[in-house]
């Protein structure tokens, strides 16, 4: 088989290029679309309500980590919701967006959310400094 001959090998940047421009337009069925996302299926995320996040938001406020507790942190990669992720694959993730362009329609929803954030936690912060 062609797979068994190429493992452990790695195509040179021509040919991943190649390979990108042979791929551009490419429709994939739909039945190849349910193989790639039967995987996924049945895999249960840990909940997170918008009121856990606004709990667990100010509970946290004016509090400090230590440096013990942020290195727990980092290597548990359990930040906020979701998954946890191996060093590993988030370097892999890492290296799959370098050299990614962000359309300016993103750029500035990105900008939007960042400063309506900035704003909530400014009033959140004044109220619990005004109990």
């Given at each position: 088989?062609?797979?068994?001959?190429?493992?452990?090998?790695?195509?040179?940047?021509a040919?991943?290029?190649?390979?990108?421009?042979?791929?551009?337009?490419?429709?994939?069925?739909?039945?190849?679309?349910?193989?790639?996302?039967?995987?996924?299926?049945?895999?249960?995320?840990?909940?997170?309500?918008?009121?856990?996040?606004?709990?667990?938001?100010?509970?946290?406020?004016?509090?400090?980590?230590?440096?013990?507790?942020?290195?727990?942190?980092?290597s548990?990669r359990?930040a906020?919701?979701?998954?946890?992720?191996?060093?590993?694959?988030?370097?892999?993730?890492?290296?799959?967006?370098?050299?990614?362009?962000?359309?300016?329609?993103?750029?500035?929803?990105?900008?939007?959310?960042?400063?309506?954030?900035?704003?909530?936690?400014?009033?959140?912060?004044?109220?619990?400094?005004?109990?």
């Amino acid at each position: 088989q062609m797979s068994i001959s190429r493992k452990g090998k790695k195509p040179t940047d021509a040919a991943r290029a190649a390979q990108s421009l042979a791929m551009i337009g490419r429709k994939v069925s739909v039945e190849t679309r349910e193989k790639i996302g039967a995987p996924q299926r049945g895999v249960k995320r840990q909940p997170c309500s918008e009121e856990l996040k606004e709990q667990n938001s100010l509970r946290m406020i004016g509090k400090k980590w230590t440096t013990e507790q942020i290195a727990k942190r980092v290597s548990t990669r359990k930040a906020g919701c979701g998954y946890a992720k191996s060093d590993e694959a988030r370097a892999k993730m890492s290296a799959s967006h370098k050299g990614k362009k962000i359309s300016p329609e993103v750029i500035a929803k990105r900008k939007a959310t960042r400063a309506r954030n900035t704003a909530i936690k400014a009033a959140q912060l004044q109220q619990a400094f005004q109990r």
